[in-house]
């Protein structure tokens, strides 16, 4: 990650945010796999919900990008997968590389109050948000499981808070935690750590950097 200005990161209301970052991942769109091919980390993650999950389970691929892997890999184990994603390019793509899911365009923020899932897996979709929006979007995730529902998450390590950035072209905000904060902040709302890995991950592209991939795969408290 490349930082820009911090001094620009506050501009805008949410919607004039959303609506940049939305922008953003239309025009990366089909580059992004393109730049993070493997994406072993994430597999790894959901190789062992898969082990967790009760068959036919719910889940809420939260920022789901193109589908690939992560969309895919849990539909193709008999699971029924709700994806949602900012990005109307992005959902396109989703559609077309896992037709027996369901995708939807939405803002992260806004999550359906009358929906339950069995698992929420949210793969660096949080880390476009402020950290002080952070909570609020556990808080939602949060709601929207079972009872001793599952919690994958991804972040990039990194001390940041909404720092503009240089990303495959384009300027997005992100935000950032060391592992054991992060961790801290999990588990404030709510949510029990059964399990934490980190990959050292240098993208296939000159327009991303290299960083470190924090994997935390957790249950809802209560």
Known sequence: MENGDPGAASMGTWDERAASLAAAFNNIGEHYDDAFPHKEGQVEC???LLDRLPA???VLDLGC???VPTSRQLAAAGYRVTGTDISPTMIDLA?????????????IMDLDADQRYDAVVAFFSLLVLPRARIPEALAAIHRALVPGGWFCLSMVEADIDDVPIHF???QVHVSGYLRDELRTVVESAGFTVE??????YAPASS?????VQLFLTCRRAD
Do not use: I, K, W
Not at 207 to 211: C, F, H, K, L, V
């Open 207 to 211: 327009q991303a950097y290299p960083e």
């Open 195 to 200: 399990d934490e890995n980190a990959f050292s």
């Open 65 to 67: 990008g193109t589908g």
């Open 46 to 48: 959901v190789r062992g």
């Open 168 to 170: 495959l072209g384009n």
């Open 56 to 58: 036919g389970a719910r």
């Open 95 to 107: 559609r077309r590389n896992v037709p027996e899911a369901d995708f939807a365009v939405a803002d």
